[in-house]
């Protein structure tokens, strides 16, 4: 692919992140984030049935029936974790199909950037070119990753520490209830290993080659 140094290869875990253009803010309301997590869920799927669009103003009963359809189907990527944050995503995601990390994050971008540009009465572009890819390489980092992403609003000082398993934009919810891949610590759990960790800059220095700057 154009502009990228290493190639995406299937099975393989990649952290992928973008910023908005300028460093300005993509997700403002609560109505911007919930679209941007529906369509982080609805792209997944290789074949959607209907378009987003048409999905929307559906009924809950109908909404069932067309995630069925997509569930029975095969996905493109693995979203192992995510955090949305005021100008910028992070994704930690495992490619199940050839080419379906570049094609789901177009999907993605193209149909956020539709929805806020007709929100907000704007043309042009939303994200800040191309998204950016870091392969993991270890199980090791990919734990660490899940962290450093469920880490950003704390760090971001979106939210204080207490509130920050209750972030409604992140996986952290969620992988409170779910196991992460690989991690089977058997003294402390997911929780503490994300909330307990009084050494973060120091783990953070330790992969700063997978979380360029945005």
């Known amino acids: 692919m154009a ?10 875990y990649y952290h992928v992140f973008n910023r908005g253009v300028a460093k300005q803010q993509t997700f403002v309301s609560e109505r911007d984030y919930n679209q941007a997590i529906l369509s982080k869920d609805y792209y997944q799927y290789i074949k959607p049935p209907i378009k987003l669009s048409r999905y929307k103003p559906l009924t809950e009963s109908e909404k069932i029936n067309v995630r069925l359809r997509m569930e029975s189907g095969k996905k ?13 995503f992070h994704f930690l995601l495992q490619q199940l199909e050839d080419g379906g990390i570049s094609k789901y994050l177009s999907l993605f971008t193209n149909s956020y950037t539709r929805y806020f540009n007709t929100a907000n ?7 800040q070119g ?6 993991i390489e270890s199980e090791e980092q990919l734990l660490h990753l899940t962290r450093y992403i469920h880490l950003n609003p704390y760090v971001a000082s979106i939210v204080s520490k207490n509130d920050l398993p209750l972030y409604p934009w992140s996986s952290f919810p969620r992988c409170l209830k779910e196991p992460i891949p690989f991690y089977s610590h058997k003294t402390y759990s997911y929780r503490d290993f994300v909330m307990n960790h009084s050494d973060y800059a120091r783990e953070l220095k330790r992969i700063e080659h ?3 700057d945005l």
């Not at 140094?5 to 099975?11: C, F």
């Not at 009465?121 to 994200?127: I, K, L």
């Open 3 to 12: 502009g990228r140094d290493h190639p995406l290869v299937t099975d393989q």
């Open 76 to 88: 493109l990527v693995k979203i192992i974790s995510y955090v949305i944050m005021p100008n910028h």
């Open 121 to 127: 009465n704007r043309v042009g572009p939303v994200f």
């Open 130 to 135: 191309a998204f950016k890819s870091v392969p």
């Open 210 to 212: 997978l979380c360029i």
